[in-house]
C-alpha cells in the first residue's frame, strides 16, 4: 500500500514557450523537442565556431502552440553570427512581433560590438 504517498500527474499546457540557452544543434532533432507535432519549433543554435568545432551552450529556441497563427521573421546574412530569432504572431487584423537573443555573459570589446547588431536589427524590425 502508499500510506501517506501520492503521486500528482499535473498536465500543463504552454501557448508560448522561450528558451534561451538551448544547448541544441544540428544531431537533435526538432521533433525531440515535440514529439506530438503540437508546437511550432523555430530554433537558431549556436553556430560552428573556432577550428570547426561547435561551442558549449548557447542557441535559442520558441515553441508555439499551432493553434495560433504565426510567420518566422526571414533576417539579412548581416545578422547570422546572432544566437536570435524573430517571429510575428498573428491575430486577426494585430501583428505582435517576438524575438528572442542570447548573450553570452561576458564583457570584452567582442560582447560591446555583439550588441550593436541586435539594437541595429530592432532599429530595422520595429519599422
Request: proline letters at 2%; charged letters at 20%.
Amino acid at each position: 500500500m502508499y500510506q501517506g504517498k501520492f503521486v500528482i500527474f499535473i498536465t500543463v499546457i504552454f501557448i508560448v514557450v522561450f528558451i534561451t540557452e538551448s544547448w541544441l544543434h544540428e544531431g537533435i532533432s526538432s521533433g525531440l523537442l515535440d514529439p506530438e507535432s503540437q508546437y511550432y519549433v523555430i530554433r537558431n543554435d549556436r553556430a560552428s565556431v573556432q577550428n570547426g568545432t561547435r561551442g558549449r551552450g548557447g542557441g535559442v529556441c520558441a515553441l508555439i502552440s499551432r493553434t495560433l497563427t504565426i510567420a518566422e521573421v526571414s533576417l539579412s546574412n548581416k545578422y547570422k553570427s546572432l544566437e536570435l530569432l524573430c517571429f510575428d504572431l498573428l491575430y486577426g487584423r494585430t501583428k505582435l512581433r517576438y524575438s528572442i537573443v542570447y548573450r553570452l555573459p561576458n564583457y570584452d570589446r567582442i560582447a560591446e560590438q555583439y550588441i550593436e547588431l541586435p539594437v541595429d536589427l530592432l532599429n530595422i524590425l520595429q519599422k
